[in-house]
């Protein structure tokens, strides 16, 4: 036990505070009462300086016995004795403090979190990865394929027999709703119980994974990562119309199987690439979901240091699963993740800069550029006879003389602030000449101008209507102007701010530069770059990313990963279950090519995910949580899927793919809860209203309610597995908003009108995916009759249920089967993955 690591164990908890390396001994840590880097300063005491020991008179050299460290650490009296809560230090650790004071009370010096470590951490997760053997089993006959060998090896080790397989129509239903969200129609059902070939699941599987679907139910968790929304957040939380944009893109890569390594590599640094193409500059979308705080008032430096705080620790929790973040404002407690190691990976965000682009879709640029010559020519007359590029230069130069000497005029002051706060690298595009501005940068200027003119044009009342009158006229123009879509991207900062380590996570205190590098206990090579950092990423020599990402497949499989925390693979997360199971698929997903298609279909066809999830009482001693995986997991459906399946059964449901998010009813009031009344929710009219729930706007501060009733993430940070919940208002939210009803008023109708034999089996076809048994049958036909009777006595009230009937059915038995309907779409069956 070294001596210096006793002493400033004993300092701190003498302190209640943590100025000591959380890397000297790991048992330290728990007796960690505070948050405070190395060298920083507590009360005067500096750790990193001998001398402020005894300038604290806390240890007097050779005097063990009245040394006042000594005293309150051997102190009984609570509110006095150190540490304050906890276990006391053992009389070992006692003797140990008592003998170094007494010999002279020298100091080891101490590491900075200016300096890297480049030990290797002994923990499982951070070993490089080998593909271990296949395990032999007894029951070879079960094997479908290695995977199952893994899991049929832990429980023979146990004595557990694995499930058996479940029914046609169970695995149907599982498989169509884990790989496209979307239950399986009436006439999948009915062609697979037909279909008796061997490898009629695995036909089946085939096609779903071909389905566009596919990469609407992928691109959901994939964006909980990456903390998709349509609007900045924050107060003013104002609205992204292009965000869209990296979600279309997310769904067509994961529809043609980007590789994983490309992915990532895409997402990160797709405007690095060699002739970077639009689709991969839309990619890097992913940077830019960090929220953006709009507010006039705010620090602009201290608001992109949040940012950058934000893409860190997104970064280190999706292709890493370490929880970085605990690292901002001293080295991390428990990973071996120094606060240097941080601001290395810190670096990474800090050299990139907001970049809008063009990224038209299919059909859009031949219009647009036919129309573009004559609305040029249009609009430079227009901006000519209102003399806007002489208004303009002046209130660029009033801009200019604010930002260079701040206080002289507060009003313009005020304009600098909110234009900042209002325009993406503001200052830089204000600092090119306006006859050197391209065409994006000029627009973006002149419409800023045209849409807060500034205080000095503002009391020249004429020019204040000739202004706006100009603008009125250039919106009506661009009206003309066929729309191109755009979309939110980055590129290189060619001025990056120095790198430093801020001390205490305060970006105001500056500590030591730093370079961009990987954690060091990591690698402790080179990696300059954001390209290079996601190359690395992808490289042998990093033992997590693919751990990471097949644990989350597995997750999505099982309804738990192999490692239960998939955000934390550190020390303080789970064990993995399997360990060699998620080694072996790891090795697998990164030596075939990173195809996220082939790991899903492997895991999919395993006998381990056909198992019946029907629970056995064997079981709830043995394994509870179901983690030996001797049966499936019975999951519920997300939030999007459980809307998603209510209006696919109803018939109601729009499959269009990609494009723009969409506004469908919701509560009243909702929208009125942001800010100044500045949301506005325009419902989407028409088809638009039954479209996926992947595609409903997200507004961060007024969320769509449903969708957060049922566990959706609030998309600040990134999520990597969804709570869920059981509540009360889950069940009103199913019985009585508008959405669900009329999917219960839909399916009644189907029922009725496509049904010409028994509409109980059809309606069970259609909501659960199989036949009613006899009994099941039988109490659906009883609830039918006494839902009838109930509508015959009032037909005011059966009209209101069922307003729409179809030909040749009766009001009463129209409103009884809207009734039957809403029982079926609350069964715990529906909203459930069986």
Known sequence: MPRAALLAL??????????FRHDVQPVFAKRCLGCHGPGQQMAGLRLDDPASLLTKQLVLPGKAATSPLIDRVTSPKKGYQMPPMGDRLTPAELAAIRTWIDEGAKLDPVVTSAAPSAARSQHWAFQPVRRPATPEVRRRDWVRNPVDAFVLARLEAENIEPSPE?????????VSLDLTGLPPTPEELRDFLADNRPDAYERTVDRLLASPHYGEKWARPWLDLARYADSDGYEKDLVR???WRYRTWVIDALNKDLPYDQFMREQLAG????????????????????????????????????????????????????????????????????QRDYYALFAYANNLEENDIDAPMPGEIGPYLRARPE???QREALLKEYDIPKWQAQYEVRLKQSVDKPGEDLEWDFQVTEFKAGTDIALKLLAIPMDKRNTRQARIMTTRFLRIIGPDFNRDKELTAKLKECREKLAKLDATLPPITQSMAIAEDGMP???????????????????????????AKPVRTRLEFANWLASSENPLTARVAVNRMWQEFFGRGIVRTSEDFGTQGDKPTHPELLDWMATEFRETGWSTKRMHRLIVTSAAYRQSSKARPELSTKDPENTLLARQSRTRLTAELIRDSALAAAGLLNTKIGGPSVRPPQPAGVAELGYANSVKWNESEGADKYRRGLYIHFQRTTPYPMLMTFDAPDSNVACTRRS???TPLQSLNLLNDPVFLEAAQALAYRVLRESHGDRAEYAFQLALGRSPSAREKERLVAY??????????????????????????TKTEAAAWAGVSRVLLNLDEFLTRE
């Open 10 to 19: 004993a300092v701190a908890v003498s302190l209640n505070a943590a100025d």
């Open 166 to 174: 479940a029914t046609k129509a169970t695995l149907l239903r599982r």
């Open 241 to 243: 119309p292009w965000a």
């Open 271 to 338: 405007d690095l690439l060699p002739n970077a193409t639009v689709e991969q500059k839309i990619a890097t979308g992913f940077h830019r979901n960090v929220l953006t705080n709009r507010e006039a008032g705010v620090d602009r430096t201290e608001a992109r240091f949040e940012q950058n705080i934000n893409r860190t620790n997104t970064i280190s929790t999706v292709f890493l699963g370490l929880t970085a973040g605990c690292a901002q404002c001293h080295n991390h407690k428990y990973d071996p993740i120094s």
């Open 375 to 377: 609305y040029d020519k």
């Open 497 to 523: 701010p120095r790198m430093y380590i801020a001390q205490g996570g305060d970006y105001k205190t500056k500590g030591p530069d730093v370079d961009a590098a990987v954690p060091a206990f990591l690698s």
């Open 724 to 726: 869920r919940s059981n």
């Open 784 to 809: 039918l009759d006494q839902q009838s009777s109930i509508a015959a006595k009032d037909a005011k009230s059966a009209s209101l249920l069922m307003p729409m009937v179809p030909e040749g059915a």
